[in-house]
T-cell receptor, first 116, second 111 residues
Framework: GAVVSQHPSWVICKSGTSVKIECRSL??????MFWYRQFPKQSLMLMAT?????????EQGVEKDKFLINHASLTLSTLTVTSAHPEDSSFYIC????????????FGPGTRLTVT | QKEVEQDPGPLSVPEGAIVSLNCTYS??????FMWYRQYSRKGPELLMY????GNKEDGRFTAQVDKSSKYISLFIRDSQPSDSATYLC???????????FGTGTQLKVEL
């Protein structure tokens, strides 16, 4: 149990376009989901915290107008990278906090974004 | 000083060895402690979750927490090549949401 999926797993897009990444908790409900980015050989950097039905909370230095987050249900959160640029190329990973197992977070497999 | 310190490695051990991975932390408000395993180009996988000082065992893995010393460990017995990955410690305050990660230790188990 406690499986999180992400779609797509890999995406290449052109500079200036937008990309949407989906994060789903498949067998549990999650009122809170998190979005991270990870550069090669580095640890995860939290971008934002997403609560179902409310606005996301962004970490300092993360542009909320560039990284749009929607958490419309207890099992789905989306991250849209708007007007992507090559420097946005990274590994994006979501995690979901299990509704009934406080403090346990389960991660998705990640989405590799390459902006050309 | 970082809130969580973790030796990045790399750590190379022979198959069958006992592996010890460690993290220290400075924030005494951390109450819950986790170990994640991350294979290259994959998301982290939750291995162990603990919330009290002492040991917790699950198969070949043992998580140890010493809150008085602000020190946590993960032991892997009978290590296998499939254990080769990056191991991340993570912790969160009581009632908190955000995980604070260590930098991760890269482990390689060689045949």
């Amino acid at each position: 149990g406690a499986v999180v999926s992400q779609h797509p797993s890999w995406v290449i897009c052109k500079s200036g376009t937008s990309v949407k990444i989906e994060c789903r908790s498949l067998d549990f409900q999650a009122t809170t989901m998190f979005w991270y980015r990870q550069f090669p050989k580095q640890s995860l950097m939290l971008m934002a915290t997403s609560n179902e039905g409310s606005k996301a909370t962004y970490e300092q230095g993360v542009e909320k107008d560039k990284f749009l987050i929607n958490h419309a249900s207890l099992t789905l959160s989306t991250l849209t990278v708007t007007s992507a640029h090559p420097e946005d190329s990274s590994f994006y990973i979501c995690s979901a906090k299990h509704l009934y197992r406080d403090n346990e977070q389960y991660f998705g497999p990640g989405t590799r974004l390459t902006v050309t | 000083q970082k809130e969580v310190e973790q030796d990045p490695g790399p750590l190379s051990v022979p198959e069958g060895a006992i592996v010890s991975l460690n993290c220290t932390y400075s924030n005494s408000a951390f109450q819950y402690f986790m170990w994640y395993r991350q294979y290259s180009r994959k998301g982290p996988e939750l291995l162990m979750y603990t919330y009290s000082s002492g040991n917790k065992e699950d198969g070949r893995f043992t998580a140890q927490v010493d809150k008085s010393s602000k020190y946590i460990s993960l032991f892997i017995r009978d290590s296998q090549p499939s254990d080769s990955a990056t191991y991340l410690c993570a912790m969160v305050t009581g009632g908190g949401n955000k995980l604070t990660f260590g930098t991760g230790t890269q482990l390689k188990v060689e045949l």
